[in-house]
C-alpha cells in the first residue's frame, strides 16, 4: 500500500462545477497534512494546509478525517483558472519527511 | 526575494555521463530537499538536509547518487553514471524548518539517452 494514495484522474468539469478529491494515507501517526497545487510543467506551490476541524479558503474547502485516515479537497464554482494537478502531502513526522501523494489532475472546461 | 533558484532547466545527456544539478535555496531557509519527479508522479524525496546535515538520504540510490550542501546554503545533486531510467524532473525545494511549507525551484529537467 502507498503511503499517501489520491484518487486517480484526469477530472473533466465544467465551469461552475463543484468537484470534490480525496486522499488516504497509511500511517497513523501523521500529523500535518496539506495540499499543494502543481500547473504543467510548473513546481509545485502549496495551495493550503489541512486542519483537524476542517478550513476554507474562498472556494476551496479541506478536511480531514483521522479516523478514516483520509483528506479531501473540495473546489465549488469551477474556474478554468483551476486546471492543475492537485497533490496530497503527508508529513510522516518522523523527523519531518513531507511525502506526496501521485496527484489529481483536474480539467475545467468552457 | 528571490526564489529557490536551479540550473540547468535541461539537460540531455547519453547514458553512463555524469550530471550535476545545482539549487540555492531562499535566503534564511535552513532545510533543503531535493525530489525527483516523474510524469504523472507526485515528487519523491531524494535526500533531506537541515543546515549541512543530510537527515534523510534513505531515499537516494548511494551507487550513483550523491549530495552536499557545504555551508549549508547552496547545494549540488550528483548522478554518475546517469542511466536511462534517471530520466525525470529533479526539484529542489527550501523550507524554514518543517512548517510544510515547501518552497520549489522550478526543477532540471534530465533527458537520458
Known amino acids: 500500500r502507498k503511503e499517501v494514495e489520491q484518487d486517480p484522474g484526469p477530472f473533466n468539469v465544467p465551469e461552475g462545477a463543484t468537484v470534490a478529491f480525496n486522499c488516504t494515507y497509511s500511517?497513523?501517526?501523521?500529523?500535518?497534512f496539506f495540499w499543494y497545487r502543481q500547473d504543467c510543467r510548473k513546481e509545485p506551490k502549496l495551495l493550503m494546509s489541512?486542519?483537524?476541524s476542517g478550513n476554507e479558503d474562498g472556494r476551496f474547502t479541506a478536511q480531514l478525517n483521522r479516523a478514516s485516515q483520509y483528506i479531501s479537497l473540495l473546489i465549488r464554482d469551477s474556474k478554468l483558472s483551476d486546471s492543475a494537478t492537485y497533490l496530497c502531502?503527508?508529513?510522516?513526522?518522523?523527523?519531518?519527511?513531507?511525502?506526496f501523494g501521485q496527484g489529481t489532475e483536474l480539467s475545467v472546461k468552457p | 526575494e528571490a526564489g529557490v533558484v536551479q540550473s540547468p532547466r535541461y539537460k540531455i545527456i547519453e547514458k553512463k555521463q555524469p550530471v550535476a544539478f545545482w539549487c540555492n535555496p531562499i535566503?534564511?531557509?535552513?532545510?533543503l530537499y531535493w525530489y525527483l519527479q516523474n510524469l504523472g508522479q507526485g515528487p519523491e524525496l531524494l535526500i533531506r538536509?537541515?543546515?549541512?546535515?543530510?537527515?534523510?538520504d534513505s531515499q537516494l540510490p548511494k551507487d550513483r547518487f550523491s549530495a552536499e550542501r557545504l555551508k549549508g546554503v547552496d547545494s549540488t545533486l550528483k548522478i554518475q553514471p546517469a542511466e536511462l531510467g534517471d530520466s525525470a524532473v529533479y526539484l529542489c525545494?527550501?523550507?524554514?524548518?518543517?512548517?510544510?511549507?515547501?518552497?520549489f525551484g522550478e526543477g532540471s529537467r534530465l533527458t537520458v539517452l
Open positions: 525545494a527550501s523550507s524554514f524548518g518543517n512548517t510544510g511549507e515547501l518552497f
Open positions: 502531502v503527508v508529513n510522516d513526522n518522523q523527523g519531518g519527511k513531507l511525502i
Open positions: 489541512v486542519y483537524s
Open positions: 500511517n497513523s501517526a501523521s500529523q500535518s
Open positions: 535566503s534564511g531557509h535552513n532545510t
Open positions: 538536509y537541515e543546515n549541512e546535515e543530510a537527515v534523510d
